[in-house]
DNA sequence: ATAGTTAGTGATTGAGCACTAACTTCAATT
DNA sequence: AATTGAAGTTAGTGCTCAATCACTAACTAT
């Protein structure tokens, strides 16, 4: 057993709760199951956070957040069709090296609708104002232009749905989408 | 106290679950919420089903049929641009209609990760088997464009995360994004 | 009328889950 | 060596939920 200051085991909590909600959702996901992937007990959980909602959001919000710099960082420097294709191999690399983190976006999108009929507006205002932010990330580079802008976000959302079903990188599905060509 | 046949009462069933899965998800939503909205008893339901799997399964499969079908109706006689005209306006007009059938069919996706780890093969198989059928579906009459198909699906998974989201349908995020113009 | 079938309910159960309370272990300080 | 405070555990509670079972009500054919 090695023991953590709370800080960095709540780091460890966000880090396996990722993990595990990305697999199965806010409702699919059990406390133990993230306990025992951080490696320590169940209790232990609520003493570092109030409760699994809060883990969620936590999570949430940290994928947000690295995505958006992850884009930020891409696209660094870089204008229009140069930005695009250095943040969408920072997509594809994403993909492939952490899915989990992408995962977890897409069950924070469906789970809006849930917590808005629970009487939780708040959830969906967070979530709503992260795409914002993650839009405006990604419009500035591209020379402010709004098409680019969501059809680069289209083509995330459509590899995100791809990956969930669990289709092979070289299934016949993929065909017409490749990032590091323009689109148009 | 309605008495029906067996098989219409199913198809009760089928729009109940459709609903309630498309807004919670299969483990966030519970028989008794399907069996309240049928206007049945919870255990009348096992009658009719083996068992909540086959209920999520009966509603998805039939939402993938249904949208489908959609598809394929709205390009009869078509081809090319006008055919994705029709699509287009199709989807918008089934995203204000029926959310419910769209979302359900996000909620599919994401189920297909955690019902592949635990041991269910075939639940996986299924989606992606409908997915390529809804592919090759807009594919033809788009001109057996590969690209083209592409955009139009990415396309509609932003839609259905925008909407799965809650932006209403005036904001600025869903800038560039209008199925009855061209994308290039 | 009666025998048989189909639609549907109420009560219940056993498992899993989020969360609490009380206790223990360990490391740093005095 | 004793103290203390933070890290962590064990034991337990109340609740929800899928699924089962025994039963009733309504329809149908003879």
């Given amino acids: 057993m090695v023991r953590m200051s ?5 780091e460890s909590v966000i880090r396996a709760a990722t993990t595990e909600f990305a697999r199965g959702g806010y409702h699919g996901t059990s406390t133990e199951a ?12 609520f003493r570092l956070f109030p409760g699994k909602k809060a ?7 940290r994928c947000v957040e690295d995505t958006i710099r992850m884009f930020a960082e891409a696209a660094e420097g870089l204008e229009g069709e140069e930005a695009r294709r250095a943040m969408g191999g ?8 952490q899915p989990e983190r992408l995962m977890m976006q897409m069950q924070m999108y469906l789970a809006v609708a849930a917590a808005e009929e629970e009487g939780d507006r708040e959830f969906g205002e967070a979530v709503r104002t992260g795409w914002m932010r993650l839009w405006d990330t990604i419009h500035l580079p ?7 802008t969501t059809t680069f976000l289209a083509q995330g959302m459509l590899i995100n749905c791809l990956v969930a079903m669990g289709f092979p990188a070289d299934h016949r599905v993929w065909a017409g ?6 689109d148009s």
């Fill in 34 to 45: 993230i306990a025992r992937r951080v490696g320590v007990s169940q209790p232990y959980l």
């Fill in 177 to 182: 989408l490749d990032p590091s060509e323009p």
């Fill in 142 to 148: 591209l020379g402010a232009d709004a098409h680019e």
């Fill in 6 to 10: 709370a800080e960095e085991r709540r």
């Fill in 55 to 61: 883990i969620f959001l936590a999570a949430a919000e």
């Fill in 90 to 97: 920072a997509y594809v690399e994403a993909i492939s090296e």
